[in-house]
């Protein structure tokens, strides 16, 4: 079957650098997508990789290594607003469905 | 602009009770249209995904349906509530292609008691 595995919990500083990474066990992905979902909110949309190297957007920048099933969301500058939940999501190819990581907690501290 | 619109925000039914959510996109035609639910503090789980007017995919074997009976328009459904059914309901919206950025409804926190 199709899973991506996320740390669950990660905490880091205002200002800096947080590496969230995302391991999945299936082949059958176009790509990869990354959501933030704050508490009691609905998830958006924050980057997609189709491509193995790194898209950055901003303060956000996420990277995908198809050969070693690989991937992960850079923040950089953390802000206590990043506080949040973040999931990678696999696009199933020959389907319109995402498939969903696990999710992991970030916590920005001060 | 496109928008999604969710409702109730909030639901507390008893179990057995029949549930009917429903989710309306404005702004866009042709989308692909999906239900998830999401368990406290888990990811989101997949429910049902529609390419076009009465064409449903169903991917969890459970005790809810959905259907389209009009192109932006959503409902998913029960006859008979379970506790497990408890949980935060999301719909979403994506063009047909790319279907990899999805645009989230506010959400129904469900609460079967």
């Avoid at chain 1, 992905?29 to 491509?51: E, K, R, V």
């Avoid at chain 1, 850079?74 to 973040?86: G, H, I, N, T, V």
């Avoid at chain 2, 409902?75 to 989230?104: T, V």
Wanted: glycine share 10%; aromatic share 12%; charged share 15%.
């Amino acid at each position: 079957g199709q899973s991506l595995e996320q740390p669950s919990e990660v905490t880091a500083v205002e200002g800096a650098i947080v590496q969230i990474n995302c391991t999945y066990q299936t082949s059958g992905f176009y790509g990869l997508s990354w959501y933030q979902q704050h508490d009691g909110g609905a998830p958006t949309f924050l980057s997609y990789n189709a491509l193995d190297g790194l898209e950055e957007t901003g303060r956000f920048s996420s990277f995908l290594s198809r050969s070693d099933s690989y991937g992960y969301l850079l923040l950089q500058e953390l802000q206590m607003k990043d506080s949040a939940s973040y999931f990678c999501a696999g696009l199933l190819r020959a389907t319109n469905k995402l498939i969903f990581g696990t999710g992991t907690l970030l916590a920005v501290q001060p | 602009s496109q928008t999604i619109h969710q409702w109730p925000a909030t639901l507390v039914q008893p179990v057995g009770s029949p549930l009917s959510l429903e989710c309306t996109v404005e702004g866009t035609s042709n989308p692909n249209l999906y239900w998830y639910r999401q368990a406290a503090g888990r990811g989101l789980q997949l429910l049902f995904y529609s390419v076009g007017i009465g064409q449903i995919s169903s991917e969890v074997p459970q005790n809810l349906s959905a259907s389209r009976p009009q192109d932006r328009q959503f409902i998913l459904s029960s006859k008979k509530l379970l506790l497990s059914d408890s949980g935060f309901y999301l719909c979403a919206w994506s063009h047909r292609i790319p279907a990899y950025e999805q645009y989230f409804g506010p959400g129904t926190r469900l609460t079967v008691t």
